[in-house]
């Protein structure tokens, strides 16, 4: 879309206001679809909740790469947010149910580095299809989405149920099947059968079995927002703070208007704006890969802080290089370099820490029983916030220059880093069944033996 939005503009002859609402109602509408994610995953099961987002995503760029006029395009907008709310709530969650604690923190942050890929690969088509008539690049650039949207709905029917899923409905037989084929051995798969039972047993208050068939994740929601327990309450906050921040960092505000940024910087070419775009995508999936494959071994923490912390002082540049460019006539090469190399800058500490490891520890830190909803819950913050920030962030740079509103992103960044050290601990190697006990009433530094033997899986 930041590619396509410009061509939009001018071809339907859209306002700023209407391009900040086209932008902004995807990531509100995908508030509506982590909503609903959750109670549906809990109905229906994590690969049909897949198979939904998939359907939305098919029928969402269908729209918008026919729309002939602004509100069909916003239709199709608004259809394709839905789905990405269903989409950012089962991926990381599915992943994480299937996965062994050893490798959960990689596995779980696939999902961020292939919306990463997918991001370079639109700047990439972006870019290839900039030379084509204005009433027909844009519309390919936004419906050629349908194509891997079928990809996934074919590619659903060889994965298999969640085990954890197939337990809360008393289907163990079922389970175990999944879990062998997911574990390096039978006694594997049997040992994290028996855990996942005897934390479904404790959620559900007695001894799981088929008279379970029925549970579609009722009262839930009383329990997350009515009467939570302590450690509940913990969990809310670490995995509503993470997601907050997230998007007040303005990331995906940084990624939808960068050619607004650098335009305003003084590139006019519209495929040199889209060559920058091109970087930006090439420095976060980089940096996202990075990420997944060394959070096993540093731990969340570590990267989280280091990205946050990175963040800070890449804004902080930014704004710098956006106040200096704003007062300067000749808008300077160095200066203009040095803002290009703070943006990446900005979305690579970006792909270190929050990208990958906000999807990650908010589908491992809550109970099984909650786990879906809760990470619905934590997640539509998530998109209410980022749509917070892109339908707001041009309105507020006008009031206060590109420059001040990285300066404010900046200040948050400083924040974000203070909640991240004080209210999440630490989550490398342990089962989802182990996580629960960090945040429960003892001594957080104090590890169950037992957990020694899950961390071998």
């Known amino acids: 879309m930041s590619g396509a939005v410009l061509f939009i503009k001018e071809n339907l002859k859209i306002t700023s206001v209407q391009v900040e609402i086209l932008v902004g109602s995807l990531n509100v509408l995908s508030l509506v679809g982590s909503l609903a994610s959750g109670k549906t995953?809990?109905?229906?099961?994590r690969r049909y909740t897949i198979v939904l987002a998939a359907a939305t995503f098919l029928v969402g760029a269908l729209l918008m790469g026919f729309a002939p006029s602004f509100p069909l395009l916003l239709a199709g907008r608004i259809v394709a947010g839905i789905g990405v709310g269903y989409s950012l709530m089962i991926?990381?969650?599915?992943?994480?149910?299937?996965?062994?604690?050893?490798?959960?923190?990689?596995?779980t942050s696939l999902p961020e580095v292939f919306i990463v890929s997918g991001i370079l690969l639109g700047y990439i088509v972006n870019f290839s299809l900039s030379g084509l008539p204005q009433n027909i690049n844009w519309r390919l650039m936004l419906?050629?989405?349908?194509?891997?949207?079928?990809a996934i709905g074919i590619g659903v029917?060889?994965?298999?149920?969640?085990?954890?899923?197939?337990?809360?409905?008393?289907r163990t037989d079922e389970a175990k099947r999944v879990l062998i084929k997911v574990s390096d051995t039978v006694q594997e798969a049997e040992f994290r059968l028996s855990e996942i039972m005897k934390a479904a047993a404790m959620d559900l208050g007695e001894a799981t079995s088929s008279n379970h068939s029925d549970w579609r994740g009722q009262g839930v929601w009383?329990?997350?927002?009515?009467?939570?327990?302590?450690?509940?309450c913990r969990i809310i906050i670490a995995a509503i703070g993470i997601n907050f921040f997230m998007q007040a960092s303005g990331n995906d505000a940084v990624i939808y208007y960068c050619p607004e940024v650098f335009k305003d910087a003084g590139i006019q070419d519209k495929r040199q704006l889209f060559g920058v775009n091109v970087i930006m995508g090439v420095a976060k999936a980089t940096f996202v890969l990075i990420s997944a494959v060394y959070l096993d071994r540093f731990g969340r923490r570590p990267l989280l802080l280091l990205g946050s912390i990175g963040m800070a002082v890449s804004l902080a540049v930014l704004g710098m290089g956006s106040k200096f460019l704003q007062h300067s006539e000749t808008k300077p090469l160095w200066a203009i370099i040095v803002c290009i190399i703070a943006v990446c800058a900005d979305v690579s500490f970006f792909s270190i820490g929050l990208g990958p490891?906000?999807?990650?520890?908010?589908?491992?830190?809550?109970?099984?029983?909650?786990?879906a909803q809760g990470t619905g819950l934590a997640i539509s913050v998530n998109r209410l916030v980022s749509g917070v920030m892109s339908m707001t962030f041009l309105t507020i740079s006008e009031k206060i220059t590109f420059g001040g509103m990285f300066f404010v992103l900046s200040g948050i960044m400083v924040v974000a880093t203070l909640f991240f050290f004080y209210f999440l601990p630490e989550t490398k190697n342990k089962s989802l069944e182990e996580v629960w006990a960090l945040f429960e009433d003892k001594d957080r530094t104090g590890d169950d033996k037992r957990g020694m033997q899950m961390r071998e899986m």
């Open 41 to 45: 995953s809990d109905y229906i099961g």
């Open 91 to 107: 991926a990381p969650l599915y992943t994480a149910e299937i996965s062994p604690a050893m490798k959960r923190g990689f596995l």
């Open 143 to 150: 419906g050629l989405a349908a194509v891997p949207a079928i």
């Open 157 to 170: 029917t060889a994965m298999p149920e969640s085990p954890r899923w197939l337990v809360m409905k008393g």
């Open 357 to 371: 490891i906000a999807w990650v520890y908010s589908s491992e830190i809550f109970p099984l029983r909650l786990r």
């Open 222 to 232: 009383k329990e997350l927002l009515l009467n939570p327990s302590k450690p509940v």
